[in-house]
């Protein structure tokens, strides 16, 4: 790009701020649904598996995490192939209905001492058809949000998407909290788990109504008739292959911290570290607090300067980081709250920025499918087993050595965004600066006029 990203002042008008935050809510109460199951592994691992070792079931349930994470990319490429082609509103409604329905069946499942391994059949099945739900529903709501922003506006109003998703799971966490207060640690482990399942897939219901006033963006209607469906998905998942190599590449760092300090570090604490629940889950709270206040600030500054500075500085940022902040934490609740913030503050600036980054890597005709085939593959193979490699590698080799895995994977991710073009306030159509190779000058010179 050629000077500095100057954005021009754009207002949405009330009716776009609303079907915005409509998907935005509905994505949030999706998220609360995926985020309650690592919230809550320490309370019902037990009732799933075999009670006689605490850690092997803690470790079984966190493998079941990780196997809902496998089937994200069958989720992706069948759900967001069909985004690219009927649109991105009706798989939307779909990937919502579908974990609704899981985190329904988690609730009222029997448990491991009333039909055996059965229960552990059930959650598996359970897991495997939110992850197909999701695999879809990240990069459908990505990209629709990216869609529906205005150029200069759109690292602001993508950077919606972790504030819904951090959101959702902090509800989750406030919840836990609450239970944790208010019932014992047997009542906890006994029926109590249950209840932020069943609430889950009351929130599904609701945001499937809400869900259902959306509209469809108009970068799809305007390119449906021509080449959206008519993309044929192998040639151009090809032809794209550079992008999509740098999909994962800028996915495996920004996915692995943030599950490992945002979404899974309260359970961590409490099963691993001993640190008393009920403080650990305000530790949580406290930290998405931070992330979600940070997360507008950081999309609306990659509208001005850039997505790959605010990229860089989360990633390095972070990196440099992790072990300090693990040093600080120790065994104690207040200290690992302050570092759970610490760290928020700078994951924010990549988790905030990625999602218009990566739709100004690909046409409209593939730019939910490109985007969910190596995302959801990357998310599963490396943010779906960080949980559980949080708690083996911590048992077996240390703090120190998941951190240096941490690390390696951030330097991965900031070596890639140094390898990508400069694509902010580019616009959204059927060729990007994905498609002429030079970052969008062309479309980045018509949403400056």
Known sequence: MNGSVTPAAVRLPPSSRRT???????????????GIYAIFVPFFATQFFHAGNAVSAVLSSLAVFAVGFAARPIGGLVIGRLAD????????????????????????????????????????????????????????AQTYLAEAAPPSRRGLWSSVIYVASVGG?????????????????????????????????????????????????????????????????????R???????????????????YYAWVIAAPAYAVSTL?????AA??????????????????????????????????????????FPLQALIGHSAWQLGIAMAVASVFIAAGVAVLPAAYAEMFPTGIRTVGLAVPYSIAVAAFGGTAPYLQTWIGEHLGRA????????????????????????????????????????????????R
Not at 189 to 217: C, K, N
């Open 274 to 278: 001993h640190i008393n629940s009920t």
């Open 281 to 322: 889950l305000c530790a949580g709270a406290l930290a998405a607090l931070v992330l979600i206040a940070s997360l507008p600030a950081w999309g609306a500054l990659s509208d001005r300067i850039g997505r790959r500075p605010v990229l860089l500085i989360s990633a390095i940022g972070t990196a440099l980081l992790l």
């Open 401 to 448: 050595a998941f951190n240096g895995y941490v690390v390696a994977l951030l330097l991965v991710s900031a070596l890639t965004v140094a390898t990508l073009p400069e694509t902010a306030l580019t616009e959204l159509g059927p060729a990007t600066g994905a498609d002429t190779g030079k970052g969008g000058e062309h479309e980045t010179a018509r949403s400056a």
């Open 20 to 34: 915005l935050c409509a998907a935005a809510l509905g994505h949030a109460l999706e998220w609360y649904d995926w």
């Open 239 to 257: 032809r794209h292959r550079r992008q999509a190599a740098q999909v994962v590449g800028m996915t495996v760092g920004f996915t692995v911290v």
């Open 85 to 140: 082609r009927v649109g991105r509103r009706p798989m939307m409604l779909l990937t919502v209905s579908g974990m609704a329905f899981a985190s329904l069946v988690i609730g009222v499942c029997p448990t491991y001492s009333v039909i055996g391994p059965g229960a552990s059949v059930v959650l598996l099945l359970a897991r495997v058809v939110q992850g197909l739900a999701t695999g879809g529903e990240l990069p459908s």
């Open 169 to 237: 799971n902090t509800v989750g966490v406030l919840l836990g909290l609450v239970l944790s207060v208010v019932l014992s640690d047997a009542a906890m482990t006994s029926y109590g788990w249950r209840i932020p399942f069943i609430v889950g897939s009351v929130f599904g219901v609701i945001a499937l109504w809400i869900r259902r006033t959306l509209a469809e963006t108009g970068t799809f209607t305007s390119t449906a008739g021509r080449d959206g469906p008519r993309a044929r998905i192998w040639p151009e998942l």
